[in-house]
């Protein structure tokens, strides 16, 4: 039988004590930031178990790192301060283990309904990076945006494409999203289009959580790059198709994206997910050795994306998709990152690139769900090409085992109108 | 007769009473880092000037702005306080005021001579962007990159075209760059290559340093920019031309540049560029509306690369430009990455893209100057196709006045070898 904690976790909950996410909350305006794992329908407050000198291990003893108002601290330690951290958890909130359970003045200091709290991002994230590694979106983007003939670029398949994205513009699940301005491409001989964008998108994706990182000029090694990486989020790509189109030769995208990035609240970590490790797509042509793993994982992650209209009641699913349809593994896009000596810092966030699989419902945005708007998604009645004022997007993901989930939580957002 | 100093200040000097330029440095390892201004070959300890009490302006007098490890704090305060600070500091080091001049004992502790200063990085760089806004430089470019016709894309005369940099790896002038080693094109049906870049590059650009920037959503007007603008560094994008051409298509420079980017490290203010500004270049098409100034102006700033090899006494001048060669302003470059309701924060840095002029001197790059290294430099008996191990690259910059100059210092940095 599965371990179980004394704390009431539901069947069918994201969070059993098999996952125990990391988060950083507040109980409120003005009072200060924590970190906290979800547990149930609660999160346990890591400063009050730190507190009270429950975090016994010899790492983490004397260690304030959960009495900071983020987790970069924590994720600088690297993975024995996780494993230590998850090791006394597991064992704190074990429905076996009298500490905490029978302790009434510490769990009620510690152990807070989630409805009461505020959930903030979780770390300072230095850079963010946005890779593009589902094949399926490639091609669907490509045939789009440049025809069908070569849709993937010739390097695709050599290497995990990235670019740099805005890392002042990630945003935590539920802060609204403001339709941005911005140009579009010139019809005839009109100058360029302006204003609200008329093309806004989501892009199911979801992005790793840096830990310790590397010193600038030395390289991460592929097979070593597992130990950098503390976990992973759901993540929204915000991206307005229109700006993106006219903006993106020859230096990429940037005002099409960086008005906005959502992340989920809760950091799912690397040790939660490996029950959950799959095989990785066989890679042809191989990679070459910098790219080339001992061990190849992915991960069966359920991801699902759901709008709902304003005024609506009910939320429409628009795509199933899963993690495992990525071509690039986490570990080969971060060695990829560092190879030319580029560093990475504690709290960096390497997102995945949209996720679509090859089924059309499984499609990651509305730009290949409905083809760039010549074929509009029925939501329940209404028709959607791309996202409309008051929509609220919603993303899920979910590892279903047999007998407990390791879930994400959702991370989600809805589209304001732009200023006037 | 201009404005002098108490502190002697050489006629070519770069730092008169007219420029204080602001930096952080400390004064060996382990000291606290500390902001200063430059005056002739001294730097003034502005924590020391703050714990005399001498800043007794309203604004500054209960600040602890330049108490703190970089400048962060003082740039979000925005152009009230730096008006107030320059004229308190121009007020202080005059030679006509006894204050500091004849207070031997706080004159002692704040004057340092540069030689025994190490320079910092003057601020966290929350976001780093890099702009594209030659026009001789994007010509150039678009011709090596992707032939002769309409090497300017169709775009570039309607915005000023941007992508986000990677800032972990924004160094302070003197750092070393180490070689980056990445994936290079394919010849016919061969894996891509792979090794130490063959075509590494400099960047020859400026920067702005962003003062107290914006709320999400909320884009700032290109007639409001320059409140937002601090001062202006030097800056080398150092550039992996191999790394860069294969892996760019689509999203634009990854490996090829985040290896390293050089800054210089006093930030020139935007009010001791002001006796240099000069009309912008005349733009046609017109701007769209939102990027319309009221007055727009350009900055003659004179500019220089040198190379200095390993084991030559001298260098070698291979590149004289200036500012003025931008087509799209800085305040226009600012409204523009805001206008999505992109949020820039204190301490982002703006980079210009490189500063080519229409003379074959004047090129900013040796992808320009050597035409992808066709027709190779002559450096006193060398020749360069690109940089190789050992090379120094020293950029200048300075405003020529006629009775003083406003000076940039140098930004420097050698290339050694990739690792094994």
New interface residues.
Partial sequence: MALQSFVEVKPDSHFPIQNLPYGVFKLGPGLPARPGVAIGEYVLDLSEISKAGLFDGPILKNSDCFLQPNLNKFLAMGRPAWKEARATLQKLLSATEATLRDNENIRQKSLVPMGKVEMLLPMEI??YTDF?SSMHHAKNC?TI??GPQNPI???WF??P?????????V?ISGTDI?R????GS?SGNS??S?GPSQKLDFELEMAAVIGPGNE????IDVNEAADHIFGVVLMNDWS?RD?QA???????????K???TTISPWIVTFDALQPFACDAPKQD?PP???LAEKISKNYDISLEVQIKPAGREDSCVVTRSNFKNLYWTLTQQLA??T???????PG?LLGTGTISGPEPYSLGCLLELTWNGQKPLQLNGLTRKFLEDGDEVIFTGCCKGNSYNVGFGTCSGKIVPS?H
Same sequence: chains 1, 2.
Avoid: M, T
């Avoid at 494409?161 to 513009?169: D, L, V």
């Avoid at 941005?180 to 140009?183: L, S, W, Y």
């Avoid at 600038?216 to 390289?219: H, T, V, Y």
């Fill in positions: 230095g850079d593009f490509g945006f440049r670029p010739a390097n050599h290497l494409i990235a670019y740099h994205g805005r890392a002042s513009s945003l403001v941005p301005r911005g140009q010139p100058p360029p302006f600038l000029g030395k390289p307005a700006i006219w903006e993106y030769v020859p230096l990429g995208p940037f005002l099409g960086s008005f906005g042509p070459l050795p910098y990829h990152h190879i030319n000596g580029c560093n990475l810092r960096d200023p």
